[in-house]
């Protein structure tokens, strides 16, 4: 088994199932993973994290996405990074993690190849739309294609996840033997991801209780408080220089090219950066700072101390 592995893919269900995939296979205990989002993350705090044996177990994995903005910083930060991948102690495997394509040409992509595993997180959406349709006809039911879709966008690209859901609506639709998109919303099962950005989007629309309520069953279901405040932290850093840089008279073609972002989360940024003030935004953005290194020294208890920024703060 290699050390460095690379998973890509613009299917965020597949590529989740496939992270979770990856790190059981390297059976290191949970308390040595490490997660970073590159954006909001020291490159020297990962290099130390990469080089250290873990506390409960030798093996460690460490997982950083957005990896690629890389590229952007200086030779001496890209440096470092390379030093990181070359030089991480052998009981410790790095998982790089971007939700895009990649450009192969890229001499960090080449690095990366050489020294360890690339992995492309591609379904074929015609295979699972024909699997569905064929296994609803089976069980003498109907359903419209464009229903078929939003399905798949709901339980991503698992057969069993497939037809454990499908059974579910059989029984919910059995009167009529059609599946509408309302059973599908009131019956499936959403994947954790969508949780998560339904959470994150609840909090920035400043809904206190939707925000407490979403937060609780992502606990429920075990999903990481640290993941979730990073995630947090960098949809308001965005939503920060979004703002700024509109203050400034940029469009929004120009801010998206210069923040090298989806035009669509661009827009979404904007459309929210009314909800604050810059100065609330540093704020926030500080808080989610302090609260990550709290939880990670042990001075607050991960759960409540995210419960309680949202009962404080919104």
Same mark, same amino acid.
């Given at each position: ?42 490159? @020297? $705090? /990962? %290099? ?6 873990? +506390? *409960?177990?030798?093996? !460690?994995?460490?997982?950083?996405? =957005? ?92 057969? @069993? $996840? /497939? %037809? ?6 059989? +029984? *919910?639709?059995?009167? !009529?033997?059609?599946?509408?998109? =309302? ?103 500080? +808080? ?27």
């Amino acid at each position: 088994m290699k050390n460095i592995y690379l998973l890509y893919g613009i299917n965020e269900n597949m590529m989740l199932s496939k992270k979770k995939e990856l790190i059981k296979s390297f059976n290191v205990d949970k308390n040595n993973i490490s997660n970073y989002i590159y954006l909001d993350t020291n490159i @020297d $705090n /990962i %290099i130390i994290d990469s080089t250290t044996i873990g +506390m *409960f177990d030798k093996k !460690k994995v460490i997982v950083i996405e =957005d990896f690629i903005n890389i590229i952007n910083e200086t030779d001496d930060i890209r440096d470092k990074f390379y030093t990181c991948l070359s030089n991480a102690c052998d009981v410790c495997y790095i998982l790089l993690v971007k939700k895009e394509s990649i450009d192969t040409r890229k001499k960090l992509i080449k690095f990366i190849k050489e020294k360890g595993e690339i992995i492309e997180c591609k379904k074929n959406t015609s295979n699972l739309v024909s699997f569905v349709n064929d296994y609803v006809s089976s069980n003498d039911y109907s359903i419209d294609f464009s229903n078929i879709k939003y399905f798949l966008n709901k339980v991503g690209s698992s057969k @069993d $996840n /497939i %037809i454990n859901e499908l059974d579910k609506l059989f +029984m *919910f639709s059995e009167d !009529k033997k059609k599946i509408v998109k =309302d059973d599908i919303d009131n019956i499936v099962v959403t994947t954790m991801e969508e949780d998560i950005f339904a959470f994150v989007d609840s909090v920035i629309k400043n809904n206190k209780s939707l925000s407490i309520k979403l937060y609780k069953d992502l606990l429920l279901k075990n999903e990481e408080v640290i993941k979730i405040i990073a995630l947090l932290s960098r949809q308001y850093s965005l939503i920060y220089k979004v703002k700024v840089l509109k203050r400034e008279n940029k469009s929004e073609k120009d801010i998206t090219s210069f923040l090298k972002v989806h035009p669509y989360r661009v827009k979404k940024a904007y459309e929210h950066s009314f909800n604050f003030t810059e100065k609330q935004l540093i704020t926030n953005i500080y +808080m989610m700072e302090q609260l990550d290194e709290k939880i990670k020294t042990g001075k607050i208890n991960k759960e409540l101390g995210l419960e309680m920024f949202l009962i404080n703060c919104l």
